[in-house]
């Protein structure tokens, strides 16, 4: 009696997972040739003896290009010309990275070295797949960014948005709990901690064509745990921003801003 019911549902299911599914890109595909790309940048020993040579490099151009022609229509996009456009932009990509690195070494005392930072801190993973992702969206490829960015996310605790607009260098310390909106802009020099948001100050589907996410001009430092909001809240360069300040307002450049609301704990003793 419930036979037909069922077979009804299942091709529900089937016409919409068809239909889905083939605008999609293969998770597993995706990641993996994140993972190639990276190790063609910056090759780490201890896993892989790989030669770094150009036949490396055009088979994971290839591999690109039917990951997006697995789930693109070729009249919504120029496959080949986004895929020839990204690999031009890969040494600008590369040169930035090694900056961030730099930068990160730099501003961390416990950093060994430029090398130690690219294979072993979050943040630089988190910015690495950033830059990856985000040449992806000026080259206007739909889904797949946001797949490598939530990869991201899960592996380092940072929420980067593929739109957001980062300046080089970039420094993110510690990274946990990190969440940068999509219309965030992000200048030089810039230096941010565990917990910090830069969100919205309201969230609204008809807002999704505004700029909804803070401006954060160069050299400007945000300590953890701090919330800036708004489209309109920009922090003015140089400016300090202390730990677990709430900001909806703009600030001036050469700003210092410090939660000054501080937690009185008393101990008592028994003798």
Not at 40 to 58: C, T, V
Not at 93 to 104: F, G, P, T
Not at 174 to 197: D, P
Request: one cysteine or more; glycine letters at 8%; aromatic letters at 8%.
């Amino acid at each position: 009696m419930k036979e037909p019911k069922l077979n009804s549902f299942i091709e529900l299911l089937f016409q919409t997972h068809k239909a889905e599914w083939e605008a999609t890109p293969s998770h597993e595909q995706a990641i993996h040739w994140l993972n190639d790309l990276l190790e063609f940048l910056f090759p780490n020993s201890r896993l892989n003896k790989k030669i770094i040579y150009e036949g490396q490099l055009r088979k994971n151009q290839i591999e690109l290009e039917n990951i997006l022609l697995s789930y693109l229509d070729s009249d919504q996009i120029n496959i080949g010309d986004a895929v020839d456009r990204f690999y031009a932009s890969l040494q600008e990509i590369y040169q930035n990275l090694r900056s961030d690195a730099a930068r990160i070494h730099e501003k961390d005392p416990a950093a060994g070295s430029v090398h130690e930072v690219i294979v072993s801190y979050p943040g630089f993973y988190a910015i690495a797949v950033h830059r990856i992702a985000h040449q992806l969206t000026q080259l206007l490829i739909p889904i797949l960014p946001r797949i490598l960015s939530e990869h991201a996310h899960g592996k380092t605790g940072v929420d980067i948005h593929p739109n957001a607009q980062i300046g080089v260098p970039f420094c993110i310390d510690h990274g946990t709990g990190i969440v940068i909106g999509a219309t965030s802009i992000i200048g030089k020099n810039v230096t941010i901690y565990q917990g910090v948001t830069l969100g919205a100050s309201q969230v609204s589907k008809g807002l999704s064509d505004t700029k909804r996410h803070p401006t954060v001009e160069d050299n400007v430092t945000i300590y953890a745990r701090s919330t800036i909001l708004g489209g309109n809240t920009v922090l003015g360069h140089d400016s300090t921003i202390g730990g677990s300040v709430f900001l909806t307002k703009s600030v001036e450049p050469y700003s210092h801003v410090f939660n000054t609301h501080q937690l009185r704990i008393e101990v008592k003793s028994n003798f």
